[in-house]
């Protein structure tokens, strides 16, 4: 039978030890991962293997040869460009005239590849799909699959929102020579984005089979420790060179252990390794060939490279040590350090949690070099949090981390790209704008740098001029400690989910771009950009409307940075305003309670007579009303106003967006009145992704953010209340008659502890079980005659939200507690 292995990853989330050798050809317990898996098919009758290979082809090719070593014969197919994994499998097409397995050549797996191919004979399958069942799927692509194994649905990469099974594409595909009918020539082609789908929409046979066995993506340096872990431990079945002892031990042919040094249990030791008397070999450690360990050494869940030699009293945690690399006596190395190739590390040299070394580097003796990984430290499972990148200010989020997220931004940028910079008044993000604007340059971008300016005005900048995005700095509402990185892309909306984690990949490989002196960026200050943001308001406004209306209003600036731009606004509304807090203040906005100061604000529009009240939060993107009655309206009054103005005032048909978490309350008023509700994901990326579709007339969060797209496709408060006032002038109506207006809603809210590792399973279950109409567009919605309930993921926290709508706070409530009590018992 014939087998093609894919083989040309260059494997960069694995560097610095793939920064000189593909990654099919890492060691795994001392065999290239590739050997694993070609001795793999050689048991299961694969005997004619075609392997694609693109980075760094000769050291696969010198290695393997002709196959015939191995007991299989062995051809290559060379991409001279990346051709995706259909684009490179085609490109071996002619040696594939009957039906064929594909498998990846950089995985460690014990699956049964026999039973894979019987059962798609079984089946008649055009195309068969290795499905594994994972703790994380984010990273994968999962297949959602009938009861009789048929393919429904592929997402690649999902979010966790998007996550309804945890079952996975493994990479193994059984194949009919048929499929390169669906595989375009010259041009990068996917199975699972393009071909498996273009399958799907033609009714071809395409089924899923969930493998028994082991199965691990050795895709980062965590899953690389662990697969040796799992080799040793047992959990996967594969050959591992040396003659094993009791106790899990496996000794390599001319290898030396004193008698007087200790080896506990599952280590390796490789072919004329040599262990000197006093060293300790712990648990999960692996020597390659050749490797020297000196006297008093100590290592513990070390995997070391051929040819490395380890200095008398040398200790490491949790390292992985290249071939070839020297370690002098007392060097110390703490969990997560990795050493590239023929590095040297000087005698008393200390390597702290999570550093990386890339190959041919020195450490001088007695240099201590620290992780700036503050995130790993933290336990962080991503980068980026629901709004950026946020942390402890000069702790977790130090000069260090700045510049180089900074760095990793400006590497997904053209070179002499611009980016916009601002902050708020604290000096915690005046500090880090600084390293920010030193990292985009030092990546030969630009910076146009509004210093001080809120979160509407930075993107309004972006979009009006020639930035390709923006940065801004600001203290995280609620908590004066920490600071948050806000990245906008080039339409000033925040960085969507392939834009961050495209920075957060780049972070952590250390993959910056940096350029020569001539190409460095420069730093500009753009005169006029509150006028020229005022003016565009203005536009967006019925100015004259509002004007006529004589509107008496009650503003609290909340210390934040749109004291530079209200006055302006509300000067050419023509109102007559009262203003609180007005003017920019650290330590006034980081003690800012919005609920304190909105019931001061409702006192001061009673007494004043005052036609509305408003209380701005600091960084200017959302607003707390207060009606004519001084009466304070909840964020969801607020929304349903706006739902209620704009409908009644817009064009027939105009559409709003809100978030699946919003009542339906809004969609109902709105049909009412001849207007549209666009249900988005809860994410205010996605809110703000609907809002820039062209056809939206509002947009609106359950926390006071309100996005008028005809000006800003963005949260801005003071757009808001510019358009609040003009909407109340255009009807002729006083705030409180709409707020007395509006009917009950019912929807309740609790929180369920899902550990990370079965949030897939949950998602999947509830999808499986539950027999009422769904909605799968963010989370898991099931729709009920009076309501409804929606189970999601929680991006950051290991817990999955719960809302419910019903008729009445008693129906909700029994709701919302019957789906957590469900969901806990999933997760026992």
């Known amino acids: 039978m014939k087998a093609v292995i894919m083989a040309g990853g260059e494997g960069t989330r694995l560097r610095p030890l793939t920064s000189n050798q593909p990654k099919p050809m890492m060691p795994l317990v001392n065999r290239p991962m590739m050997e694993h898996i070609v001795l793999l098919l050689q048991r299961h009758g694969f005997d004619d293997i075609v392997v694609t290979v693109a980075f760094l082809a000769n050291h696969i090719r010198t290695y393997f040869g002709d196959g015939s070593e191995f007991g299989v014969r062995m051809v290559y197919a060379t991409e001279e460009t990346p051709l995706g994994t259909a684009g490179s499998v085609r490109n071996a097409m002619d040696e594939l005239d009957e039906r064929f397995l594909v498998i990846s ?67 193994i595909f059984v194949l009919e020579p048929e499929i390169f009918d669906f595989i375009p020539p ?71 252990v004193d008698p007087a040094a200790v080896v506990v249990g599952r280590a390796v030791v490789g072919d004329n390794a040599r262990v000197e008397a006093g060293a300790r070999l712990g648990e999960y450690t692996v020597l390659g060939s050749n490797v020297m360990v000196r006297a008093e050494a100590d290592l513990e869940r070390v995997v070391i490279h051929d040819n490395a030699y380890v200095g008398n009293g040398v200790r490491a945690r949790g390292t992985v040590i290249g071939q070839s690399s020297d370690l002098r006596a007392g060097a110390r190395c703490e969990d997560g350090v990795v050493l590239g190739d023929e590095c040297f590390v000087g005698e008393q040299a200390v390597l702290t949690a999570g550093v990386k070394v890339y190959p041919f580097k020195t450490v001088e003796a007695g240099a201590v070099i620290n992780s700036s990984l503050v995130w790993e430290s933290r ?21 260090e981390l700045a510049t180089r997220v900074a760095m990793a931004y400006a590497s997904t940028l053209k070179k002499g790209s611009t980016v916009t910079t601002s902050r708020d008044s604290s000096r915690a993000a005046r500090m880090l704008k600084r390293a920010v604007m030193a990292g985009l340059n030092a990546g030969g971008v630009n910076v146009e740098d509004l210093e001080v300016a809120s979160v509407p005005v930075t993107r309004f900048q972006v979009r009006s001029q020639e930035s390709q995005g923006g940065i801004t700095v600001r203290l995280v509402a609620g908590d004066p400690q920490s600071v948050v990185l806000r990245f906008l892309d ?31 960026g420069d730093i500009y200050f753009p005169p006029r950009s509150i006028e020229f943001y005022t003016a565009s308001l203005m536009t967006a406004v019925d100015v004259a409307a509002v004007q006529g209306a004589g509107f008496k209003v009650v503003v609290d600036y909340a210390y934040g940075t749109t004291a530079f731009v209200m006055p302006n606004v509300l000067a050419k509304l023509g109102a007559e305003v009262l203003a609180v807090n007005p003017y920019a203040s650290t330590p006034g906005a980081s003690a800012f309670d919005r609920a304190t100061e909105a019931g001061s604000v409702g006192a001061l529009v009673r007494s004043s007579g005052s036609h509305l009240g408003a209380v701005i939060d600091p960084d200017g993107e959302h607003v707390t009303f207060i009606d004519d009655e001084g009466h304070v309206l909840t964020d969801l009054e607020a929304l349903l106003s706006f739902v209620q103005l704009v409908s009644s005032t817009a064009e027939p048909g105009c559409r709003i967006a809100l978030p699946l978490t919003a009542t339906s309350e809004a969609e109902r008023m709105a049909s009412e009145l001849g207007a549209q509700v666009v249900w988005t994901k809860v994410a205010t990326s996605a809110l703000m992704a609907s809002a820039s579709s062209g056809d939206v007339a509002l947009a609106a969060s359950l926390d006071g953010g309100f996005i008028f797209p005809e000006f800003l496709p963005a949260f801005d408060a003071v757009a808001a209340f510019a358009k609040m006032l003009e909407l109340l002038a255009r009807t002729g109506t006083r705030l409180s008659k709409i707020v007395a207006s509006l009917g009950p809603t019912h929807v309740h809210h609790q929180t369920v502890r899902t550990p990370w590792e079965q949030k897939g399973a949950v998602m999947r279950t509830l999808v499986e079980e539950v027999r009422r109409p769904l909605v799968l567009l963010d989370g898991v919605k099931v729709l009920f005659d009076d309501g409804w309930v929606l189970a999601l993921p929680d991006p950051e926290e290991p817990v999955t939200h719960v809302w419910a709508e019903a008729k009445s706070d008693a129906r909700a409530t029994q709701r919302v507690e019957q789906y957590v009590a469900r969901i806990a018992a999933m997760v026992g």
């Open 105 to 171: 050549g950089d995985v460690l797996t014990d699956i049964d590849l026999s039973q894979v191919v019987e059962v798609h004979d079984r089946r008649g399958a055009l195309a068969t799909i290795g499905l594994t069942a994972v703790e994380n799927p984010l990273e994968f692509g999962i297949v959602i699959t009938g009861e009789d194994g048929s393919v429904e649905r592929f997402l690649e990469k999902p979010t966790w929102g998007q996550v309804f099974s945890d079952t996975v594409n493994n990479g």
């Open 379 to 399: 336990g962080a499972r991503n980068l980026f949090g629901r709004h950026g990148v946020a942390g402890l200010a000069n702790v977790d989020i130090t000069p």
């Open 186 to 256: 010259g041009r990068p082609v996917d199975f699972s984005g393009e071909v498996f789908p273009a399958l799907l929409e033609r009714h071809k046979p395409v089924y899923g089979h969930v493998c028994e066995g082991y199965w691990e993506d050795v895709g980062t340096l965590e899953a690389y420790m662990r697969a040796h872990a799992d080799v040793l431990g047992g959990k996967v079945s594969v050959e591992v060179p040396g003659f094993r002892l009791d106790g899990g031990v496996w000794l390599g042919e001319g290898a030396e």
């Open 490 to 520: 080039d339409d000033g909306i925040d960085a969507g989910t392939d834009l961050s984690r495209k920075i957060e990949r780049l972070y952590y490989r250390e993959d910056f771009r940096r350029v020569f002196p001539g190409d460095i």
